[in-house]
């Protein structure tokens, strides 16, 4: 029943810019944080950026300057908007919504099936 539907990757020239997107639908507990990891090739999956309830923000070094993250709640939509895209940003990037269920705390995670976002040189 949950869904998070992904849009915005493709391919761009370094300099350049993309807005990933990301709704999600079907979650009946509370959302606490959504956010988006990023995957290279050969290499592990990162936090790129995280947004939570109640707006705060956190993002990984590399992107700070030129990623910004934000979100929708009444749409439960959160937003990646991504500027002065480097080469090293070529990953497969992934929509990250975590719930929690009140009074027994427990934790929920969902994923998208992930967006390609390739930066030539």
């Known amino acids: 029943q949950v869904q998070l539907v992904e849009s915005g990757g493709g391919l761009v020239q370094a300099g350049g810019s993309l807005r990933l997107s990301c709704a999600a639908s079907g979650i009946i507990f509370s959302i606490n944080t959504m956010g988006w990891y990023r995957q290279a090739p050969g290499k592990q999956r990162e936090l790129v950026a995280a947004v939570t309830s109640g707006g705060n923000t956190n993002l990984v070094d590399s992107v700070k300057g030129r990623f910004t993250i934000s979100r929708d709640s009444t749409k439960n939509t959160v937003y990646l908007q991504m500027s002065d895209l480097k080469p090293e940003d070529t990953a497969v990037y992934y929509c990250?919504?975590?719930?929690?269920?009140?009074?027994?705390?427990?934790?929920?995670?969902?994923w998208g099936q992930g967006t390609q976002v390739t930066v030539s040189s």
């Open positions: 990250n919504v975590k719930a929690r269920r009140p009074l027994i705390s427990q934790e929920y995670t969902y």
